[in-house]
């Protein structure tokens, strides 16, 4: 089982706090939120619309400065964007001029690592290879279904090889059946490349399906309201959301969201 107390390794999220605007007017969006995810730990954020969701992913992105609170990324503060962590959102975010494959190997560029080009094809082709975009290696992203187009997104992320993905509803606007081929891919990438995820989605369903942990945030100002251990491991299959206990799962995080604590 994992544990959750490193502050050198994975990341950690202390006490953080965050407001937008001043005076009367001031929105107060997180507060004292804490949250620690494991090196190669895949945690799903759930909570109300509006509640702070992006703005927590965006503070460990590195694009909203918190107003209190320390956030650290294998034990060294977040002081701005940086290639330790790469992010996902729901409108694409794959360059329109480049093709599938030179978006990704963009992404190979990004690396620490600095091959060889031949090197870097490689690695752009075993990552086309697990995203299903081979045969589209050479199209241009407007040519690609929406759900292309996120596949390559993730490959691109993941190429990057960051020490933290971070997703923000990535899925949000796809169809279901799109939805649940790209919650599949995603469970299958991250079985075999194994990155530290965070994952932002309004679909409980989705969260238990995708993390080894769910955190429930309340209503805004947010704060962890509850954090909940999903059990399957790597046995990832979409014939566990019929479970009777992933039902009980779901059930009890709407619970929580409804309860509007
Ligand atoms: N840059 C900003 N300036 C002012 N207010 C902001 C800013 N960013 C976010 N907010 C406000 O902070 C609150 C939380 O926004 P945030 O986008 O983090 O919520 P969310 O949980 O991601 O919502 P959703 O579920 O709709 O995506 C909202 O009231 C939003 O209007
Ligand atoms: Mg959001």
């Given at each position: 089982m ?33 949250l620690?995810?494991d ?21 460990i992105a ?22 330790s ?30 091959g ?62 799109t ?9 299958d ?6 990155r ?14 995708l ?10 100002p947010a ?18 959301k ?5 039902v ?14």
């Open positions: 994992t544990q959750h107390t490193t502050a050198t390794s994975g990341l950690s999220v202390r006490s953080v706090s965050k407001s937008f605007g001043t005076g009367p007017k001031a929105v107060s969006v997180l507060q004292d939120v804490d620690d995810i090196d190669g730990e895949f945690v799903a954020v759930v909570g109300p619309s509006g509640s702070g969701k992006s703005t927590l992913l965006n503070a590195g694009f909203v400065t918190p107003d209190r609170g320390e956030l650290l990324v294998n034990g060294e503060p977040v002081r701005g964007p940086g290639p962590r790469c992010v996902v959102f729901q409108e694409y975010a794959i360059f329109p001029w480049l093709t599938v494959r030179r978006n990704i190997d963009f992404g190979t560029r990004l690396r620490a690592w600095k060889t080009r031949p090197e870097r094809a490689r690695v752009t082709d075993r990552y086309l290879d697990m995203m299903g975009l081979t045969e589209f290696a050479d199209a241009l992203p407007k040519t690609l279904s929406g759900g292309m187009r996120q596949r390559v997104a993730i490959a691109r992320a993941y190429a990057v090889d960051p020490e933290i993905l971070l997703m923000d509803e990535p899925f949000a606007a796809l169809d279901a059946q939805r649940e081929q790209m919650q599949e891919a995603l469970v990438i991250n079985q075999r490349e194994r530290t995820v965070l994952f932002v989605t309004h679909q409980v369903e989705e969260a238990i399906f993390a080894d942990r769910v955190v429930v945030m309340s209503a805004r704060t962890v309201q509850e954090v909940v251990d999903v059990p399957w491991g790597d046995r990832r299959t979409h014939e566990i019929t479970e009777p206990e992933f009980r799962l779901r059930r009890h995080i709407e619970t929580l969201l409804r309860s509007r604590r």
